[in-house]
């Protein structure tokens, strides 16, 4: 006997809140690494993030093919007609109301999150431009030896 569909979606809802909760702390670990400059951790988190958002899109997967499959849109308005009309209509919309508020803290943390990258970043181009003596691209001259600056009255990085 097939599992009824308002009991899957629960079960599965639980699954997604679970696993948006964990998203939430895994996003809020990268901003502290953001923060401390912490490039290890960096590239840890966003090993374990890209997992995260396979597995939540794989349970939004099925939930959308599980309301489509009883003719019910795969929106947010075809998950509300479906618990509005579910006997246990009450704790749908509390999982459905728990991933909503989850899913806005994590759009408000990878938000900051996306800032303080665009920060390292300006903040990277301007350390580049300087060790690269400015404007000039060259770092090499012409006589094959690693230069800042782009011309002969460049600072040497290495001497051969």
């Given at each position: 006997?097939?599992?009824?569909?308002?009991?899957?979606?629960?079960?599965?809802?639980?699954?997604?809140?679970?696993?948006?909760?964990?998203?939430?702390?895994v996003l809020e670990r990268e901003q502290a690494g953001l923060s401390a400059d912490h490039a290890e951790e960096i590239?840890?988190?966003?090993?374990?993030?890209?997992?995260?958002?396979?597995?939540?899109?794989?349970?939004?997967?099925?939930?959308?093919?599980?309301?489509?499959?009883?003719?019910?849109?795969?929106?947010?308005?075809?998950?509300?007609?479906?618990?509005?009309?579910?006997?246990?209509?009450?704790?749908?919309?509390?999982?459905?109301?728990?991933?909503?508020?989850?899913?806005?803290?994590?759009?408000?943390?990878?938000?900051?999150?996306?800032?303080?990258?665009?920060?390292?970043?300006?903040?990277?181009?301007?350390?580049?431009?300087?060790?690269?003596?400015?404007?000039?691209?060259?770092?090499?001259?012409?006589?094959?030896?690693?230069?800042?600056g782009g011309g002969p009255a460049g600072r040497r990085l290495t001497t051969a």
């Open positions: 006997m097939a599992e009824p569909l308002g009991t899957f979606l629960a079960r599965r809802m639980g699954d997604e809140i679970a696993l948006l909760r964990d998203f939430v702390a590239a840890t988190v966003a090993q374990i993030k890209v997992e995260l958002v396979r597995q939540l899109g794989q349970i939004a997967a099925e939930r959308n093919l599980a309301l489509a499959r009883v003719g019910f849109t795969t929106d947010r308005a075809g998950l509300d007609a479906f618990i509005d009309c579910q006997a246990e209509s009450a704790k749908l919309a509390q999982q459905r109301d728990q991933l909503l508020a989850l899913a806005g803290e994590a759009d408000r943390i990878n938000r900051t999150n996306g800032k303080l990258i665009r920060m390292r970043m300006v903040h990277n181009q301007k350390s580049l431009t300087f060790l690269l003596g400015g404007e000039s691209a060259s770092t090499y001259g012409r006589d094959g030896r690693a230069m800042l």
